[in-house]
């Protein structure tokens, strides 16, 4: 009887144990990001892949910060630190540092490091017909993507690879064309120095493709690459800022210049899209479609799409890459869109050269209207009182940047919008897009 | 029959062969042949065999060159070259082959006493008495006897006289080639004896294939031959020794030569290396050619054997039958030890009363488990003999100072992370006290605690199997069981280093709880404190396992009739008497701590063990007779609610009761398996059916014990391999001027040093540079410093930190180290101030930052000298010490953020210590010393 209760005893202490779960891993099944980084968003640094100063040239390097801020900037160059630069900025406030005041050696990328987030940074190029823009990523993504290249004849397409971090990078550059991949063992497995960069002339290995599209996979280290498109003098520089199914433009063209989308999918699956236009008046809504296969690219004219100012929106039904260029005799600019509409927004550099004709672009996507509140912003905070302005539902406005001696602003609204800024003289012209603050 | 004086006295009487023995009628054929190895002895010992009164009707040299032949020419007696051409050679109608020695001096009527000795017994091989040819009236052989490794024993002295004492025809082992007749059938059969073989080898050989052919051996001591030992003289000792290994191989089945081989080579060695030292200098020499000829020679010896196995009739029980018991080589340094060793009076009637029962001893097979288990410790544990314990999970190595671990274990400064006043987990002291015993030798006390657990628990698992009255074999299969079974292997290979010394424990807390209540009190005084100690020695390992004595004790009274309530009740007061063995740590931590928090590898046995533990287990139950079942029952219980509660990780079972239920598993498993084993012998008269049953479930504990054979291929006892020593060595190597500062280990939960904390999508923790060690194992509770560090690390995976290494740097964290890919990884991808370092294990980052772990105001970096800061000469002012922040660092302190900020006095920083942790612990030492002077107390009074 007793050795038949231990039998029942232990049996039940047998099923107890067989059903007894294991313990949920712990910590380690999250997955790795690896691929590729959110839209870029305000943070504590920065990193501008190209600005240039020599004789002709100079860029100047501008901050936007929210909060009280030290800034510090560090010039990487053949392996070691060659220059740091501090800076301290009241918040919120901006600043535009000429490069050549640090450096003139050329071309010589940064990094630029605050104390306090949220803040942005970006780069305005200026010389004798050039004005090239754009700003600084905060993130160094795995891969990146980056359409919008052309090497038809006498238009340089150099791709800037910055690699300031301590370790070697080991990078392979695939390239996609108007033909279908571009097989290119020069752009396979190129070696970055740590704190140091490379710049690869695409116009050398891949000549006369029109719409050039690269993807620079990340083997080994991180790198942020930049794209750097010239047209005579001018030139136009852009980087990835991630990938998205939407993406706004609220700045299309200025002046004379034929403006184009570039947009490539770098995924395993083919993607549809539909492009809306904005104008001061109203949408259109799929105005254009297309379809872009597996790592495919396309480049489409938006010239003609709509009269005076308007926007793009891009819609696609997977993730895509989009940058707008617009090009002209001897003049081109480029800008990557907003990846998402947000309601506050930085644009450092807007307003910063005094020599061009800068415009703040504001575009409304949203069905309800919106108020947007600017603030002019100099190393002394804020310049004068905010400006503002209405945008009807589904519809883009611009302001004129007449105040001279900014050096950026700071754009919040009632309602999600998106943004960017021009400048223009009468031999080039630049864009560049907003970053976004985070809620 | 004519009587001399011997040195003492006494008339010895000499046999007279003046009137040789009749001869017998002529019923044997013989051929004599002479072994020739120095040729100059021929002549003399034709003469000698001339004279033999049975006369010989063939004679024939064997070996031997052109002299010999010419002699034998001369002699008109044959001559042959070797024994094969001696079998051809033989007249057929021969029945016997006398072999004799060129160097031996038979009597007259040697051979005719040989064959009539030989024929009156039946004896297919016969052995002359051997006198020695300078002193004929000393013994040199009467036959004789080998141990199972074939050395042999003649039991006789060096200078024994022969006094007709051992005259009786007898069988022996073997008989001594100088003067051999063989069965002329048996010898062609045989092949003649083994040329490769030397003199006393060969005997050895030829009487044992004989045996092992059917044949009887016996000596025929009537036949006497004077030996001038010139073969013996003139052989190395190694040929001896090598030729006896060769017969070894010949002859024994393979199942006899699985331990006879092995244990050969580790006695013969063990042996030699004594013998180096006693005065036989080339005796490891010796043993190393003998090991070489018979590696040369092994292919011949294959041959030999599967000769023999044609010829086989009988098996190895009939050669074992004229051996004597254990080991004559160990027998011979037993004898030399005790004569080299002086005793008082005293001693030496102890030790009488120890030689009397020597014989007894060599008969145990005790001796020969222990032999085996320590070939088991030696090479299960040979990586920790040669590199110390690895470094993985809970399993560090130990500090060079035991003193300093002390200093933290009695209210100092528990370095572990960032530091904490909170008291150490038990076990560090346990360890710690041990390593200071042995002087602080850290790879000392790393063996002794590892290999020596293994070995005390096996001991430990026999000993509790006794006190069940199981059997020898039951003994050994619950001790292999124990460590050998699934539960202590997973424990083992989790890396639970105390855990696997608990399992060396346990075994002794439940053997002594369920010792029956003694009677007198202060032997009973002692029985508690005893019981308290190896519940204590227990618990401090694995602390919930204090309970395991009680519960074991309670589910053996309740399950079974054997058991009485007295030794609950004295389980109950051992309990309660070892808890202040457990202080301070067991008075600081809370019961969430003790119960729910800490990792443990969840228990998932394999499918041979739980079928092995299943058939031991239910056919025990079923077939067992009451008693069996009884203690069956009861392991069964203990394993299988042991292995239930090693298995509730997923219910948010702590780590420590997990262990617990480990060791219950492990216990009630080798209680279990030994029942089982010891099933068949209890039988008697039982049905076909409960006999099957009953050897079913010996067979299943049988397959559970083998289970040990897995702990032998790593050398580490079941530990995983090294994860975090020399993988971390560089860090000592690239270590500042002020020493290694702090490293970060990210990576799993399960595949860090010790404990670890969690963060979004890995596990880290800190340790010091020169790697982890045993104190750092069990993290203490997060304050402020590991909170900041939490946050920092979360915002360098979040990206937002650009330089990390600026951020660490106040933590004193000078490495960052990835075992595999995770979130913190892809983040220092993008970093300015972290470089890589290549050719590492790991991911390795170096941060390029200056961030010692104390720095002074003047930017001079302090010392870590565990578990305090010296500054260098000179050296003064404010220091900001990078560990928790509390306020005995120092009289003049402040807090600098989470860490310290102290004025030192004479360049040292020390942590003032914790009055009440440290008052606790020493109440713990002294608690400790008391039980230890109890039980002595106690055991004099039983022995007295």
Known sequence: MRRSLVAVLIGALAVAAWLAPPPEPTGVDLPVTTTTDGPAVASNFSNCAWAIADDTRDTLISIVTLRDADVQFTFPVGGEIRETYPESLPGPGASAIPLSAILSLGVSPAVVEFTDAPAAAGVMAAGEGLLAGDLCPSSASKVWVLPGGATVQDRPLDLQLFNPFPEDALVTVEATSEVGFEPAPELERVSVPGRSWRTLALGEVLPFRERLSVTVQTEQGRIIPAMVQTNGTDQAVWTDVGRSEVWEFPLIVVGALQPFLAIANDGPLEVTYSLDIFTVDGPAEGVAEGLLPPDGNDRISLAGLAEGTYGVRVRADGPVSAVVIAEGEGQVAATSGAPLAARRWMLPGAGATSAARSSLWFLNTGAEPITVTYQFLDAGGAVEGPGKITLPAGTVRTVSLDQVGISGVIAESTGPFSTAWSAETDLATAFSSGVPIGE | ?944
């Open chain 2, 1 to 944: 029959m004519s009587r001399i004086p011997i040195h003492n006295g006494i008339l010895m009487s000499i046999p007279d062969h003046s009137q040789p023995m009749a001869a017998p009628a002529p019923t044997a054929i013989v051929a004599t042949a002479i072994i020739v190895r120095n040729e100059s002895q021929l002549e003399a010992a034709l003469d000698t065999l001339a004279r033999q009164s049975y006369e010989s009707a063939y004679t024939a040299a064997v070996g031997g060159g052109e002299r010999v032949q010419s002699v034998a020419g001369a002699r008109a007696i044959g001559w042959v070259s070797d024994m094969h051409a001696l079998i051809a050679e033989l007249p057929p109608e021969t029945t016997h082959v006398w072999l004799v020695h060129d160097d031996a001096s038979p009597r007259k009527d040697a051979l005719a006493a040989l064959i009539e000795g030989a024929q009156r017994v039946d004896a297919s091989v016969a052995g002359s008495k051997l006198l020695r040819a300078d002193q004929p009236g000393m013994l040199e052989s009467v036959g004789a006897a080998t141990d199972a490794f074939l050395v042999p024993y003649s039991g006789l002295d060096s200078d024994e006289m022969d006094q007709e004492q051992y005259d009786v025809v007898r069988d022996v082992a073997f008989v001594f080639g100088a003067s051999t007749l063989i069965r002329m059938d048996l010898f062609k059969g045989l092949g003649g004896t083994d040329p490769l073989l030397a003199p006393q080898a060969a005997g050895i050989d030829l009487s044992y294939r004989a045996r092992a052919a059917g044949g009887r051996v016996v000596v025929v001591p009537s036949s006497e031959v004077l030996h001038a030992s010139l073969c013996s003289s003139q052989t190395p000792a190694w040929k001896e020794e090598a030729g006896r290994f060769r017969t070894m191989l010949k002859v024994y089945s393979p199942v006899t030569l699985g331990w006879t081989v092995p244990l050969s080579i580790v006695i013969g060695l063990g042996y030699a290396l004594v013998m180096t030292f006693l005065g036989r200098k080339r005796a490891l020499v010796d043993a190393v050619l003998a090991g070489g000829w018979n590696l040369i020679h092994l292919p011949s010896t294959l041959t030999a054997r599967r000769r023999m196995r044609r010829s086989r009739m009988t098996g190895d029980e009939e050669l074992f039958r004229y051996q004597v018991h254990g080991s004559a080589l160990v027998r011979e340094l037993s004898d030399r030890f005790s004569s080299k060793v002086h005793w008082d009076d005293r001693a030496a009637e102890r030790l009488s009363g120890l030689v009397e029962r020597r014989r007894a001893f060599w008969h145990e097979p005790g001796l020969y488990a222990a032999l085996a288990a320590l070939v088991f410790l030696l090479i299960a544990g040979r990586t920790i003999l040669a590199d110390g314990i690895p470094s993985v999970g809970l399993t560090m190595p130990l500090p060079d100072s035991a003193w300093a671990t002390l200093r933290s274990y009695a209210g100092g400064w528990n370095t572990s992370g960032l530091g904490s006043p909170a008291p150490l987990h038990p076990s560090i002291g346990a360890t710690a006290l041990v390593q200071l015993v042995l002087l602080s030798k850290q790879n000392l006390a790393e063996i002794v605690l590892s290999i020596g657990a293994v070995g005390v628990g096996m001991v430990g698992a026999a000993r509790l199997a006794r006190r069940l009255e199981m059997g020898p074999l039951a003994r050994y299969g619950a001790a292999l069981a124990l460590v050998g079974g699934p539960a202590a292997r997973a424990l083992a290979g989790s890396g639970d280093w105390p855990g696997l010394i608990a399992v060396g424990v346990a075994p002794w807390a439940v053997e002594r709880a369920m010792a029956p209540w003694p009677a007198g009190r202060r032997a009973r005084v002692g029985y508690l404190a005893g019981a308290a100690l190896a519940t204590g020695a227990l618990a401090v390992f694995a602390p919930v396992a204090l309970l395991l004595p009680l519960a074991a004790v309670f589910v053996r009274v309740v399950g079974t009739d054997d058991a009485s309530w007295s030794i609950v009740a004295g389980a109950i007061s051992a309990t309660f008497l070892a808890v202040p063995l457990l202080i301070p740590w067991l008075y600081r931590v809370s019961a969430d701590q003790l119960l729910l928090t800490g990792d443990s590898a969840y228990f998932d046995p394999s499918l041979w063990a739980i079928a092995g533990f299943g058939v031991a287990l239910i056919f025990g139950l079923i077939f067992g007779d009451r008693r069996s079942a009884g203690l069956i029952g009861w392991g069964g219980v203990l394993a299988v609610g042991g292995s239930l509660l090693a298995r509730a990780a997923g219910l948010g079972v702590g780590r420590e009761p997990i262990v617990a239920g480990y060791l219950a598993a492990a216990v009630g498993t080798a209680i279990v398996v030994g029942a089982a084993i010891d099933l068949p012998a209890r039988f008697s008269d039982v049905g076909l059916f409960r006999a099957i049953g009953g050897r079913g479930a010996a067979l299943g504990g049988l397959i559970v014990a083998t289970g040990v054979v897995l702990l032998l291929p790593s050398g580490r006892l079941g530990l995983p391999e090294d994860r975090f020593g020399a993988q971390l060595e560089f860090a000592a190597a690239r270590a500042p001027e002020h020493g290694v500062d702090r490293i970060l280990i990210a990576g799993p939960a399960g595949d860090l040093p010790g404990e670890s904390r969690a963060a979004t999508g890995y596990s880290y923790r800190v340790v010091s540079g020169e790697g982890p060690i045993f104190p750092e194992a069990w993290l203490p509770v997060p304050r402020l410093g590991d909170e900041a560090l939490a946050q920092v690390l979360e915002s360098v995976a979040a990206g937002d930190e650009l330089r990390p290494g600026q951020s660490l740097a106040p933590f004193g964290i000078r490495w960052v180290v990835l075992t595999e890919p995770n979130p913190l990884g892809v983040a220092l991808e993008s970093q300015l101030d972290l470089r890589q370092l290549p050719g590492l294990d790991y991911t390795t980052f170096e941060s390029e930052v200056f961030g010692p772990r104390a720095v002074g105001t003047d930017g001079s970096a302090w010392t870590w000298e565990r578990p305090d800061y010296v500054g260098d000469d000179g050296a003064s002012g404010p220091v900001y010490v990078a560990e928790n922040q509390d306020d005995r660092w120092g009289e003049d302190w402040a807090a600098a953020g989470w860490a310290n900020q102290v004025v030192p006095s004479n360049r040292r920083v020390v942590f003032a210590g914790d009055n009440i942790n440290r008052t606790m612990a020493l109440a713990a030492g002294v608690w400790f010393l008391l039980l230890v002077a109890l039980v002595i107390i106690g055991r004099d009074r039983k022995a007295s």
